[in-house]
Nanobody, 124 residues
Framework: QVQLVESGGGLVQAGGSLRLSCAAS????????MGWLRQAPGKERELVSA????????VYADSVKGRFTISRDNAKNTVYLQMNSLKPEDTAVYYC?????????????????WGQGTQVTVSS
């Protein structure tokens, strides 16, 4: 079992920045990948970004490319999401995901553990 705890959400003005963190605990093996998805009221879930643990390959949704940066700390099994130039449409609950096994990490369904989420609110 893997437990994921997100932190770093909050209220920020448009154009501002936030840094989300997600710390994993429980089983000590490393993930194949970790990612961030978001869910806004009335909208579909969106995989915002993901990172492959070995090698560090990353993927980003078109909506956040150039503004968000995902990174990881292998030793701490922690993933980060640096969010810059935030827009009101970035307002959502952000969830951290853990993918245990090999395979594509570009889809939400590929992740087998999720955290409880952290709220990000961007005011205009």
């Amino acid at each position: 079992q893997v437990q994921l705890v997100e932190s770093g959400g909050g209220l920020v003005q448009a154009g501002g920045s936030l840094r989300l963190s997600c710390a994993a605990s429980g089983r000590t093996f490393s993930p194949y990948a970790m990612g961030w998805l978001r869910q806004a009221p009335g909208k579909e879930r969106e995989l915002v970004s993901a990172i492959r643990w070995s090698g560090g390959s990353t993927v980003y949704a078109d909506s956040v490319k150039g503004r968000f940066t995902i990174s990881r700390d292998n030793a701490k099994n922690t993933v980060y999401l640096q969010m810059n130039s935030l827009k009101p449409e970035d307002t959502a609950v952000y969830y951290c995901g853990w993918k245990s096994y090999t395979g594509s990490y570009h889809e939400i369904g590929a992740y087998n553990y999720w955290g409880q989420g952290t709220q990000v609110t961007v005011s205009s």
